[in-house]
C-alpha cells in the first residue's frame, strides 16, 4: 500500500486539512515532525479511521471527536478521505476511500462508506438495508485487508512516541506477538485447541455418564432376572394350589351332602 493522500474534515485539532502524502521511488519514507499539541498522533488516528473506520459510541463521544470550530460555522460532519495505491493480482489500482460521520435527528452516530476503486464504486452506511450493507462492506473490507490488514497497520502508521512508551512498560514484544498470530492465523489454531479441548472434556463426561447408566442398567437386568425367577416360582406355587384345590372339591361336595 502507498497512501497518496489525506483530507481531514472537522476531526479533532484538524478543522480542514488536505495533506499531500505522495513519495518518489528515491525518497521513499515521510517523516512527519512537530511540537506536542500540534496534532502528530491525531493524523496517525485520521488516517487509521479512514481505512478501518471511527468507532463512535453516542453523541457524547462524536462532540469529543469533532473540531470545536465546526459547530455553529459548517456542516457539524466528521470526514476522513484517503488515497492510496495497492496492487491487486500484480496490477496496481488506485482507491479513495471517505467515511463520513454525523447524527441524526434523535443523536444517534451515522456512518457512511464510499470507495472508489478506478471508477467502480461501493458504497454503503448505516440507513443501508442490512443486505446490500453486508455485501459492500465485505468488499471493502477484503480490500482494505489485502492491502494493509488493521493488526499490522501499527507497524507502518505509529507514533514514535508512543512507541518508546510502549518499550518502557515491556509490552511491544507481547504486542507485535499478538498481532502477528492474529495474521498469520495462529489464533485460529488457539481457537481449534481450545474448542478441541472442550470437546474432550465433553467425551469424557459423556462416557462417565455412560459407564453409569451401563452400571445402572446392569444392576435393572439382575433384578429384573431375580423377579422373573420368583414371578415363575409363584406361578408354579399357583398352580399347584389350583390343582389340590380341583382334587379335594369332589370330596368336599359328597361331605356336605353327607352332613345334610
Known amino acids: 500500500m502507498l497512501i497518496q493522500r489525506i483530507k481531514i474534515s472537522n476531526y479533532k485539532t484538524y478543522l480542514?486539512?488536505?495533506?499531500?502524502?505522495?513519495?518518489?521511488?528515491?525518497?521513499?519514507?515521510i517523516l512527519i515532525g512537530g511540537s506536542n499539541g500540534g496534532g502528530k498522533t491525531t493524523?496517525?488516528?485520521a488516517i487509521s479511521g479512514a481505512l478501518y473506520g471511527l468507532k463512535i459510541e453516542s453523541a457524547e463521544h462524536f462532540n469529543e471527536l469533532l473540531n470545536q470550530g465546526a459547530i455553529g460555522k459548517v456542516a457539524e460532519r466528521i470526514e476522513l478521505q484517503i488515497t492510496f495505491i495497492g496492487k491487486v493480482l500484480g496490477q496496481e489500482q488506485k482507491y479513495i476511500l471517505k467515511r463520513t460521520y454525523q447524527l441524526n435527528p434523535q443523536g444517534r452516530p451515522l456512518e457512511s462508506v464510499s470507495l472508489n476503486?478506478?471508477?467502480n464504486m461501493f458504497v454503503y452506511g448505516t440507513m443501508t438495508p442490512p443486505k446490500d450493507r453486508i455485501k459492500a462492506e465485505q468488499q471493502v473490507n477484503k480490500i482494505i485487508k489485502a492491502n494493509l490488514p488493521q493488526e499490522l497497520s501499527q507497524y507502518f502508521l505509529f507514533d514514535a512516541m508512543q512507541s518508546s512508551e510502549l518499550l518502557k512498560k515491556n509490552v511491544f514484544a507481547q504486542t507485535i506477538r499478538d498481532n502477528f498470530e492474529n495474521v498469520l492465523g495462529f489464533k485460529k489454531y488457539l481457537q481449534l485447541k481450545s474448542a478441541a479441548?472442550?470437546?474432550?472434556?465433553?467425551?469424557?463426561?459423556?462416557?462417565?455418564?455412560?459407564?453409569?447408566?451401563?452400571?445402572?442398567y446392569t444392576a435393572l437386568c439382575k433384578q429384573k432376572e431375580a423377579l422373573t425367577v420368583e414371578l415363575q416360582a409363584t406361578i408354579a406355587e399357583i398352580d399347584t394350589q389350583y390343582k389340590y384345590t380341583s382334587s379335594v372339591e369332589e370330596e368336599y361336595q359328597r361331605a356336605k351332602e353327607g352332613a345334610q
Open 197 to 216: 479441548e472442550k470437546l474432550q472434556q465433553e467425551w469424557a463426561q459423556q462416557r462417565i455418564e455412560a459407564e453409569q447408566e451401563l452400571k445402572e
Open 43 to 45: 493524523l496517525f488516528e
Open 16 to 29: 480542514d486539512l488536505d495533506l499531500d502524502l505522495s513519495v518518489d521511488a528515491e525518497r521513499p519514507i
Open 117 to 119: 476503486m478506478n471508477g
